[in-house]
């Protein structure tokens, strides 16, 4: 079992900036790719980015240039950093832990809210 909590959502600016993190507990975070998705009202869950055990990144053509997905083994957290963000980028973003090796060991997080607002 993985435990995903989310913070780091808020209310920003167009232009403007915002890092998530995300902590896992409960397993081997080094076992777990990690991934962060997006979710608004009335649309498919989304992939904005993921991350390899060994550090490869995948990013959504939407967000590539624009946002940054790392991850720190020794303390169990993964992090996105977004910029210059966009109206469009609002949504409930959600923190992903799938096994790399079981992609059926598959864990998700409660969610935190991005509003992109003037």
């Known amino acids: 079992q993985v435990q995903l909590v989310e913070s780091g959502g808020g209310l920003v600016q167009p232009g403007g900036s915002l890092r998530l993190s995300c902590v896992a507990s409960?397993?081997?975070?080094?076992?777990?790719?990690m991934g962060w998705y997006r979710q608004t009202p009335g649309k498919q869950r989304e992939m904005v980015a993921t991350?390899?055990?060994?550090?490869?990144?995948n990013y959504a053509d939407s967000v590539k240039g624009r946002f940054t997905i790392s991850r720190d083994n020794a303390k169990n957290m993964v992090y996105l950093q977004m910029d210059s963000l966009k109206p469009e980028d609002t949504a409930v973003y959600l923190c992903?832990?799938?096994?790399?090796?079981?992609?059926?060991?598959?864990?998700w997080g409660q969610g935190t809210q991005v509003t992109v607002s003037s």
């Open positions: 992903n832990a799938r096994h790399r090796l079981r992609a059926n060991v598959n864990y």
């Open positions: 991350i390899t055990t060994s550090g490869i990144t």
């Open positions: 409960g397993s081997i975070f080094s076992n777990y790719v």
